[in-house]
């Protein structure tokens, strides 16, 4: 029986290639074009797959895989970002909400949305993997956006004659607030497996987990060119369902977004048999609580100096041997080596893990604990974006005419989403480069720079919303408008899209930011539970909204007086809101300077990670 003949690795053919290169000062055309051929698959593909025999490796991942994810974002995007602008008037036109009522349901809906995703996050890498909990998450979406639609279709409230004379003397149905309830909580459970997973889903096929400037700058351009898409998505969104939703009734303009969630679900299942499937790792968590609890075990053991050799430190058999980093140092006790014949295997494995854990562990345990500090400055950005409610609504109270036609008062929100798409093509396409070689920074502005600047503008963007409410409010009053809160001011709702472009260029800095800092910190495994920090710090700001919204409507309410968040903005004062969400802000930029001095170097641990995959890749090739 002929003996099988073992293929070579991607990488080996790559070495073999340059060699036979070498020996050649004018190398023929074949080896020439092969050598390039080999060397641009190696850096165009999936680290993982590179192990793999050459023809496997070459059917999964890459460049064919981003059409269907972007496709599938694009109308998921579309879908669920055409409910948000105008639910704020759905419930308090269809449900007579009052204005603060109907923001509190808004937050708490933008709460759960943002707090679900770090349950799908890990759903997805450490029991079903990501293609499972993104398609789980786009079917319960979908029944969501149904029950949604149901709410439009079935009546709110009881027929009788009181109610036709007065819709405050009207009867709600009881079944229609756990309906609509309901439906908002499918969609928050369908986006909490959607977006944690999407981005890096996508990224999975692209990256080849190293720090060089190359895979940066790849991702960097991934993860702009995402949100571009993303941000043209949502102005689709913004501007054509608001439009369909005011011009043609709730059940038309909630029918939309059901077709296009279906089409989004159908092109993303389309793309299966050509995506690159990361398996789920349960150990990822395993090994970071084994890490805090070896570290509890081992906090009355004498750590060794500083300038002790790695001997000192368990390292995965085969590994080259490395020294803990020092940040957060205490936790190093977790990998000393004090007895090495009584706490490690014949196969160099720690006897009890629970106890004893390895370099690499330790650095990922404090590569996730570090980041908590940055991540908790995202939690006022988020109150900030949750309350593009209030926007609405002042816009509602203002002309709103173009030439012919009424522009939709939730649609003015586009301005942000243009500012932000236009922003992130022109820093990728434009500045980096320049920037690249102002600042010897691959990204241009490193993430850090970019969070801290997107924080600052939040401040400046609050300010001037606090200005022009000031001066809608003023108008209103002086032309005797102060006991009508829904007549149109004799100003134009134009006014609103300064602060609205301000918010747009902030997002694009400060969460863009965020997310591609939590991609390139976390673990590789943990790629998806990284995501999901940015919409966990948005939940916690929706959260705390909530909360700013109800005490600040309670206390300037009292004695009889006008809150700052009346349902008749004439008589409220929403300008000192705003400023209140300034004063915040500030103090939240001074809080992310101390933050971003304390962290350090970024990127450490992915290149610790890489080299670790390196040598073990290079111990499987020599072992074959």
């Given at each position: 029986?002929?003996r099988?003949?073992?293929?070579?690795?991607?990488?080996?053919?790559?070495?073999?290639?340059?060699?036979?290169?070498?020996?050649n000062?004018?190398?023929?055309?074949?080896?020439a074009?092969?050598?390039e051929?080999?060397?641009?698959?190696?850096?165009?593909?999936?680290?993982?797959?590179?192990?793999?025999?050459?023809?496997?490796?070459?059917?999964?991942?890459?460049?064919?895989?981003?059409?269907?994810?972007?496709?599938?974002?694009?109308?998921?995007?579309?879908?669920?970002?055409?409910?948000?602008?105008?639910?704020?008037?759905?419930?308090?036109?269809?449900?007579?909400?009052?204005?603060?009522?109907?923001?509190?349901?808004?937050?708490?809906?933008?709460?759960?949305?943002?707090?679900?995703p770090?349950?799908?996050?890990?759903?997805?890498?450490?029991?079903?993997?990501?293609?499972?909990?993104?398609?789980l998450?786009s079917?319960?979406?979908?029944?969501?956006?149904?029950?949604?639609?149901?709410?439009?279709?079935?009546?709110?409230?009881?027929?009788?004659?009181?109610?036709?004379?007065?819709?405050?003397d009207?009867?709600?149905?009881?079944?229609?607030?756990?309906?609509?309830?309901?439906?908002?909580?499918?969609?928050?459970?369908g986006?909490?497996?959607?977006?944690?997973?999407?981005?890096?889903?996508?990224?999975?096929?692209l990256?080849?987990?190293?720090?060089?400037?190359?895979?940066?700058?790849?991702?960097q351009?991934?993860?702009?060119?995402?949100?571009?898409?993303?941000?043209?998505?949502?102005?689709?969104?913004?501007?054509?369902?608001?439009?369909?939703?005011?011009?043609?009734?709730?059940?038309i303009?909630?029918?939309?977004?059901?077709?296009?969630?279906?089409?989004?679900?159908?092109?993303?299942?389309?793309?299966?048999?050509?995506?690159?499937?990361a398996?789920?790792?349960r150990?990822?968590?395993?090994?970071?609580?084994?890490?805090l609890?070896?570290?509890?075990?081992n906090?009355?053991?004498?750590?060794p100096?500083?300038?002790?050799?790695?001997?000192?430190?368990?390292?995965?058999a085969?590994?080259?041997?490395?020294?803990?980093?020092?940040?957060?140092?205490?936790?190093?006790?977790?990998?000393?080596?004090?007895?090495?014949s009584?706490?490690?295997?014949?196969?160099?494995?720690?006897?009890?893990?629970?106890?004893?854990?390895?370099?690499?562990?330790?650095?990922?345990?404090?590569?996730?604990?570090?980041?908590?500090p940055?991540?908790?400055?995202?939690?006022?950005?988020?109150?900030?974006?949750?309350?593009?409610?209030?926007?609405?609504?002042?816009?509602?109270?203002m002309?709103?005419?173009?030439?012919?036609?009424?522009?939709?008062p939730?649609s003015?929100?586009?301005?942000?989403?243009l500012?932000?798409?236009?922003?992130?093509?022109?820093?990728?396409?434009?500045?980096?480069?320049p920037?690249?070689?102002?600042?010897?920074?691959?990204?241009?502005?490193?993430?850090?720079?970019?969070?801290?600047a997107?924080?600052?503008?939040?401040?400046?963007?609050?300010?001037?919303?606090?200005?022009?409410?000031?001066?809608?409010?003023?108008?209103a009053?002086?032309?005797?408008?102060?006991?009508?809160?829904?007549?149109?001011?004799r100003?134009?709702?134009?006014?609103?899209?300064?602060q609205?472009?301000?918010?747009?260029?902030?997002?694009?800095?400060?969460?863009?930011?965020?997310?591609?800092?939590?991609?390139?910190?976390?673990?590789?495994?943990?790629?998806?539970?990284g995501?999901?920090?940015?919409?966990?710090?948005?939940?916690?700001?929706?959260?705390?909204?909530?909360?700013?919204?109800?005490?600040?409507?309670?206390?300037?309410?009292?004695?009889?007086?006008?809150?700052?968040l009346?349902?008749?903005?004439?008589?409220?004062?929403?300008?000192?809101?705003?400023?209140?969400?300034?004063?915040?802000?500030?103090?939240?930029?001074?809080?992310?300077?101390w933050?971003g001095w304390?962290?350090?170097?970024?990127?450490?641990?992915?290149?610790?990670?890489?080299?670790?995959?390196?040598?073990?890749e290079?111990?499987q090739?020599?072992?074959?």
């Amino acid at each position: 029986m002929a003996r099988p003949v073992d293929r070579p690795s991607l990488r080996q053919v790559v070495r073999d290639l340059k060699a036979i290169h070498a020996t050649n000062v004018q190398p023929d055309a074949p080896t020439a074009v092969t050598l390039e051929y080999y060397q641009l698959e190696v850096e165009s593909m999936e680290v993982s797959t590179i192990e793999e025999a050459l023809p496997e490796s070459r059917k999964k991942g890459g460049l064919r895989t981003i059409p269907f994810i972007i496709s599938n974002e694009i109308f998921e995007k579309v879908a669920s970002f055409g409910l948000h602008p105008n639910m704020i008037l759905y419930l308090t036109k269809r449900y007579h909400m009052t204005a603060a009522d109907g923001a509190m349901v808004i937050y708490l809906w933008s709460a759960m949305s943002n707090f679900l995703p770090i349950s799908g996050a890990v759903l997805a890498d450490v029991y079903l993997g990501r293609f499972r909990v993104i398609a789980l998450g786009s079917i319960v979406s979908l029944s969501g956006m149904c029950m949604l639609l149901l709410t439009a279709i079935l009546p709110v409230y009881k027929k009788t004659s009181e109610c036709a004379a007065d819709p405050r003397d009207c009867t709600r149905l009881p079944s229609q607030l756990p309906l609509l309830f309901t439906s908002l909580m499918l969609m928050s459970v369908g986006a909490g497996g959607i977006r944690p997973c999407t981005l890096a889903f996508g990224a999975d096929q692209l990256d080849k987990k190293d720090n060089s400037v190359k895979n940066v700058r790849i991702l960097q351009t991934f993860f702009n060119w995402y949100y571009t898409v993303l941000g043209l998505s949502v102005v689709f969104a913004v501007l054509v369902i608001v439009y369909i939703q005011d011009h043609k009734g709730w059940v038309i303009g909630y029918s939309v977004p059901v077709g296009l969630m279906l089409i989004a679900l159908t092109l993303f299942l389309l793309g299966s048999p050509f995506y690159l499937k990361a398996d789920a790792d349960r150990s990822v968590l395993v090994s970071i609580v084994q890490v805090l609890v070896a570290s509890y075990k081992n906090r009355g053991e004498m750590l060794p100096p500083e300038t002790a050799d790695a001997s000192g430190f368990h390292n995965k058999a085969g590994s080259r041997p490395r020294v803990p980093t020092t940040m957060l140092r205490s936790m190093n006790r977790a990998c000393v080596l004090r007895n090495p014949s009584k706490e490690l295997n014949a196969d160099g494995s720690a006897c009890d893990p629970w106890r004893l854990c390895t370099v690499q562990q330790v650095e990922d345990a404090k590569a996730v604990i570090r980041v908590l500090p940055i991540w908790s400055t995202g939690i006022i950005p988020g109150v900030i974006v949750g309350q593009q409610m209030f926007p609405v609504l002042q816009a509602s109270t203002m002309e709103r005419r173009m030439g012919g036609v009424i522009v939709p008062p939730a649609s003015f929100g586009v301005f942000a989403i243009l500012t932000l798409t236009v922003w992130v093509a022109f820093y990728d396409r434009v500045l980096v480069r320049p920037l690249s070689r102002l600042t010897g920074q691959a990204r241009g502005l490193s993430l850090r720079q970019r969070m801290g600047a997107g924080i600052a503008l939040f401040v400046v963007a609050m300010v001037v919303a606090a200005r022009i409410e000031g001066l809608r409010r003023a108008a209103a009053i002086a032309e005797g408008l102060q006991d009508t809160g829904h007549a149109v001011v004799r100003m134009s709702a134009m006014r609103l899209v300064p602060q609205h472009c301000l918010t747009g260029l902030a997002e694009a800095l400060n969460l863009i930011g965020q997310l591609e800092f939590y991609y390139s910190e976390f673990p590789k495994t943990m790629s998806s539970i990284g995501v999901s920090l940015l919409a966990l710090a948005m939940g916690v700001g929706a959260v705390l909204g909530t909360a700013i919204v109800g005490i600040v409507n309670r206390a300037t309410a009292r004695d009889g007086r006008d809150s700052w968040l009346s349902s008749n903005l004439n008589r409220g004062h929403y300008d000192y809101y705003y400023l209140l969400l300034a004063a915040l802000s500030v103090a939240n930029l001074m809080y992310f300077i101390w933050c971003g001095w304390a962290y350090g170097d970024e990127g450490q641990n992915r290149v610790m990670a890489a080299e670790l995959e390196d040598e073990e890749e290079n111990k499987q090739e020599q072992q074959k």
